[in-house]
């Protein structure tokens, strides 16, 4: 489990790297699928949600670069 704070985490970058290899497995996932199918567009919307999540909490944005997907 992740140490919060009342204000949010206490390590952010620490938490969101901890993320980073279920973003990437996200994305080598979705490149199995046809770009435009349903799988497709629910893998990239949870690579989204990771990204804007990171982007949120840490005011940085890009923090999850990748060559397989640009969001």
């Not at 199995?32 to 999540?53: C, F």
Request: net charge positive; charged share 25%.
């Amino acid at each position: 489990m992740v140490h919060r704070k009342k204000q949010g985490l206490i390590f952010p970058e620490e938490a969101f790297d901890k993320l980073r290899p279920y973003r990437e497995e996200l994305l080598a996932m979705s490149q199995t699928y046809r770009a435009g199918g349903p799988e497709y567009m629910a893998l990239s919307r949870a690579v989204i949600a990771l990204d804007e999540a990171a982007a949120t909490v840490m005011s940085k944005q890009g923090f999850f670069l990748s060559p397989w997907h640009k969001t």
